[in-house]
């Protein structure tokens, strides 16, 4: 099994910062994309940041030049640096992977339990 926990939600201010770690673990050979999305009451989830393995990066224009994804090869870690944030960034942030059980097994999608940002204006 793989099992991706989330820490570091909370709620801040308006400006404020806020970083997210999702960390990894159980049979896991590869990670090929590992990804953060977002889902806001109401509405459907977004991506909002992806990294591949070999460290490309792509983010939602709406946070582009505000957050940043990063992740640990070594540690099954990913990170999103969520700088200038907006009331609009509210939201449950969901830690997404798509990760190899072993080298001869195809990739499948994992997801965290979510973690809540809240953005105070």
């Known amino acids: 099994q793989v099992q991706l926990v989330e820490s570091g939600g909370g709620l801040v201010q308006a400006g404020g910062s806020l970083r997210l770690s999702c960390a990894a673990s159980?049979?896991?050979?590869?990670?090929?994309?590992a990804g953060w999305y977002r889902q806001a009451p109401g509405k459907q989830r977004e991506l909002v940041a992806a990294?591949?393995?070999?460290?490309?990066?792509n983010y939602a224009d709406f946070v582009k030049g505000r957050f940043t994804i990063s992740r640990d090869n070594v540690k099954n870690t990913v990170s999103l640096q969520m700088n200038s944030l907006k009331p609009e960034d509210t939201a449950v942030y969901y830690c997404?992977?798509?990760?190899?059980?072993?080298?001869?097994?195809?990739?499948?999608?994992?997801w965290g339990q979510g973690t809540q940002v809240t953005v105070s204006s």
């Open positions: 997404s992977i798509v990760a190899s059980r072993g080298p001869a097994l195809p990739g499948r999608t994992y």
């Open positions: 159980g049979t896991i050979s590869s990670i090929n994309v």
């Open positions: 990294i591949t393995s070999g460290g490309i990066t």
